[in-house]
């Protein structure tokens, strides 16, 4: 039978907790940095043309379609190669999550962007209106608000891929649980923490999703 002590874990509070600020820190700025190219992709991708919209696809395709892991990866141990200089693992981090944040963005706000009824536009032009107004003052407010669901769904989902980052060095959450696990030899207890407080934090946050949704499809009916 196992014999499970949590009472050491207490010891390690204040590590725990700076792992945790140092996770959120990075998450954030790779959630800032992925929805504003992530909205620019959409656009590319609904209103640039041939050219841009190929550009914005291929873009799409390649940083969704490739394993955050692997993104990490090469810019954590390739890309410095190319710039004769070590990026360091906050910068790997933040540049692998944002551009695949940005992938998986521009995929929400460009099926917002399509949920838009062609009446629309079409009353637009009957009104006169320049393309312009017509794009930033009518259709994107619109799709804004339908991406918010979607969009906070998605946030959930990369503060928990945040956890991969550990593999490169950096001191998140998940580097630190595994450090005090290989000290104290006992993973059970340690590991079990951290999935309780990566837990604490996603789940928060999918609620508030939840309610978010419900309200927001009140308004679009309406």
């Known amino acids: 039978m196992v014999d499970l002590n949590f009472s050491f874990v207490l010891g390690y509070t204040n590590v725990l907790l700076a792992g945790l600020l140092t996770s959120i820190q990075f998450v954030s700025v790779a959630i800032v940095l992925g929805l504003s190219l992530g909205f620019v992709l959409s656009l590319m991708r609904s209103f640039g043309g041939t050219i841009l919209g190929m550009i914005a696809t291929v873009f799409v395709e390649v940083f969704r379609g490739t394993p955050v892991l692997v993104l990490l990866f090469w810019f954590f141990f390739c890309l410095p190669v190319f710039f004769g200089t070590d990026l360091g693992g906050f910068a790997s981090a933040v540049l692998a999550l944002s551009l695949y944040f940005a992938a998986i963005t521009s995929e929400t706000f460009r099926s917002s962007l ?30 804004v608000l339908r991406a918010i669901p979607n969009l906070s769904s998605n946030v959930v989902s990369l503060f928990k891929e945040s956890a991969l980052v550990s593999a490169v060095g950096l001191a998140d959450l998940m580097y630190v649980g595994q450090n005090i696990a290989n000290k104290e030899a006992r993973p059970i207890e340690i590991l079990t923490v951290v999935a309780l407080i990566y837990f604490a934090c996603a789940f928060p946050l999918t609620r508030i999703a939840a309610v978010i949704e419900k309200k927001l499809l009140k308004v679009i009916k309406v």
Do not use: H, M, N
């Open 114 to 143: 399509k949920s838009i009824e062609p009446a629309q536009l079409d009353a637009c032009v009957a009104l006169g209106l320049g393309a312009g107004t017509r794009i930033f003052r009518v259709i994107l407010p619109q799709a």
